[in-house]
């Protein structure tokens, strides 16, 4: 699998973005799918995860009630939709795969996309 994210730029705090990844392959439906973020000088962190079939969801508490993540198995695409964004959550934004279920352990994922950044202003 092969995964391509893009979306990001740069915004102002409080306004809303949304990223999408584009998966290659004809078995992007078995896949979990995750959100990762980085920021400089810090670790990879988790964001939000997605289930095969979009019905189970997780977010990161930092997220919750902000970030909306989706699936389009017909189109092979994953989104991360984001409102009312902060300044922290500036960072490198990376979409993942995993064959599991889905969880908010990177190590857990087999394929990871490229990244966008994303850059929130005060």
């Known amino acids: 699998v092969q995964l391509q994210a893009f979306g990001g730029g740069l915004v102002q705090a409080g306004d809303s973005l949304r990223l999408s990844c584009a998966a290659s392959g004809r078995t992007f439906s078995s896949y979990a799918m995750g959100w990762f973020r980085q920021a400089p000088g810090k670790e990879r962190e988790f964001v939000a995860a997605i289930s095969w079939s979009g019905r189970g969801t997780t977010y990161a508490d930092s997220v919750k009630g902000r970030f909306t993540i989706s699936r389009d198995n017909a189109r092979n695409t994953v989104f991360l939709q984001m409102n009312s964004l902060k300044p922290e959550d500036t960072a490198v934004y990376y979409c993942?795969?995993?064959?599991?279920?889905?969880?908010?352990?990177?190590?857990?994922?087999?394929?990871w996309g490229q990244g966008t950044q994303v850059t929130v202003s005060s």
């Open positions: 993942a795969a995993q064959s599991g279920g889905s969880s908010e352990r990177a190590t857990a994922y087999d394929y």
